[in-house]
């Protein structure tokens, strides 16, 4: 494809090429099948092989041991929201939450309404530039699960060390799932939206423990309740067919590209060729985060003004560096580096960065 | 497409071959952007021009008024079962529900965790077979709304006509969506999964009478309030974007074949060509259900045996008449001739039957 932008967008966002030719070119007529794979019955064998091997390499790849479940679900990271304290949480039971940013309010909000909720730390005193350390978490009896947001996409920070508590983890991972390994015995629960490194959008994956499912609620609509859905290996009801096909395509780029440890590593090029880019720029790129909260995944920056913030986004666009504008709600330019934009878009923006400098001191 | 199947799965299903080859060729560079769609932000220029025509078509198509609002939801129907009590019901409330069959029985479940629900008729007396009448129903006093599932998938049944009862009517369309007219001042609320006669799986569509929103219920996490989405125009969090797009192609394939009337006079033209080829074999096939409440969209049929449908089954498949089997909570078998399947298929498989009769006396 000689026309392929590079797309810094925050998600939904680059897959991977050889992913979208392979898709298209099986698009109307499935191996020889006479049909569209979305035109197939979720519960046939065609489609039952591509769920149950994308489940299988979603285990594989993001090296989930046994003890937990992947459940494809529905509704986004936001319907996980709600989910999670109507399953876990139950009569004298408190969840206890990171306010780290934008996410992990929505997080709050959303849980406010199905139990006892407090924040165990709150990054407004610094503006949300950091995360915290475990010493500086408050957390109270009876608290079932801390919550975390491992990496906010607006802020651009990341946990650069996981909590180290004696309560189980629950973490939304969106922005930076299957590009970091996990301590998988700190969590009861993993989940994140698939729309940034995992594909398309209209779709959650949810890591379960398997233990927990005997006491989460029953008293709650079925497709609310993670037991139903862990039972049924996710087909309760009709799946969200597509996203689950391509994100097993996805999987199978993660393995042949080092899986979780190539990802890991991309990734941390990646991030360092565009932090090195604003260090280096004698000020005129600033990045508003702590050092070693930096985010891998979504690099946020400032230039000298925002005139000149707006004249570097339109630049950039005609030079074929999209979707750089940072979130409406702090403004400045962010660039997304999810797994599946080649390195060579990054150096190419490093470039840019430096040249559109020296044009513009 | 020289291979294509007779697809008669209940769903997903057969979509429009050239809705397929159309989102094929322009999968991978979307109307020369660089990048495929499913790769864009959806808060960007042609994502929104997507979702904001998929939103008019619709309103369109299916001849809906103004005081509507539609919105894309994931979760399916199923998580419909349980929004729509936790929306609409208040203290004092009562929700009155239709039990027809398996989909009814669902919702029924559902709904019973957020509210005080009732049967207002049963069909298990007649072992499912057909609609009540108007007369049959008991409504009892305080009752928000009467839930009804217009037509039955499993079952093979619909209501010929509309209840005429005084309080609003809240209805699952799933399996007959967009193939019929609406007497829209009737409802508060209908819904259905896509993946029949909409797209592909992962996506719920809900017309919801914007005045009900004042009151709905504010008590509940944020994906699950239908104020937020309808302030958002479904666009509160990242939206299904695959099948909102492949949505928006069904419907202008729709609107070029007629819209709605053009929608029922396929269906009528197709279930009278099945149901004939039923009912002149002597009874060699047979229809469980009773006349007035046939399906136009899921006709289901026995054999003299059960042998003989195993055999029925299998040359059929040979002969390129995919999914004929019965649900498997009632055996027989079933063809699904939704929106998108041409007449071809179904007068092919009047034949198919004719001829295996012939051979199978």
């Not at 004298?92 to 165990?120: C, F, L, M």
């Not at 199978?252 to 990802?263: E, F, N, V």
């Amino acid at each position: 494809m000689a026309n392929r932008k590079h797309n810094f967008s925050a998600g939904p966002c680059t897959l991977p090429l050889e992913v979208l030719e392979e898709a298209q070119a099986e698009f109307v007529d499935y191996q020889g099948a006479g049909m569209s794979l979305i035109e197939m019955s979720h519960r046939g064998k065609h489609f039952d092989q591509v769920a149950t091997e994308a489940m299988a390499l979603s285990m594989e790849v993001f090296e989930v041991p046994e003890d937990f479940s992947v459940l494809f679900l529905q509704g986004g990271a936001i319907l996980q929201f709600s989910m999670i304290p109507m399953n876990l949480l139950h009569e004298g039971h408190k969840g206890g939450y990171v306010n780290s940013g934008t996410w992990a309010r929505g997080a709050i909000q959303d849980a406010r309404e199905y139990g006892e909720i407090y924040t165990a730390w709150d990054g407004a005193s610094c503006d949300y530039t950091r995360m915290p350390s475990t010493r500086e978490l408050a957390i109270q009896d009876n608290t079932r699960y801390l919550h975390i947001t491992t990496n906010e996409t607006i802020g651009g920070i990341r946990f650069p060390k996981w909590p180290d508590v004696e309560i189980p983890l629950v973490a939304d991972m969106s922005s930076e799932y299957m590009a970091r390994p996990l301590p998988w015995e700190k969590f009861d629960l993993v989940y994140g939206g698939a729309q940034k490194n995992l594909g398309p959008a209209g779709m959650a994956v949810v890591f379960v423990r398997k233990s927990i499912l005997e006491k989460t609620n029953r008293k709650i609509g079925r497709y609310l309740r993670y037991d139903i859905h862990e039972s049924k290996a996710s087909m309760f009801n009709t799946p969200p067919v597509f996203p689950i096909y391509m994100f097993g395509k996805v999987l199978k780029w993660m393995k042949k590209h080092g899986g979780l440890a190539g990802m890991e590593r991309r990734a941390a090029d990646k991030a360092g060729t565009l932090y090195g880019a604003i260090d280096s720029s004698n000020g005129y790129y600033r990045c508003p985060v702590e050092v070693a909260c930096r985010s891998h995944m979504n690099v946020v920056f400032r230039l000298p003004t925002e005139e000149l913030e707006q004249a570097f986004l339109e630049e950039a666009a005609e030079a074929g560096f999209m979707n750089l504008k940072g979130h409406r709600s702090v403004g400045g330019c962010r660039a997304s580096i999810y797994n599946a934009l080649p390195g060579a878009s990054v150096k190419a923006l490093a470039e840019f960065m430096a040249d559109f400098q020296h044009r513009n001191r």
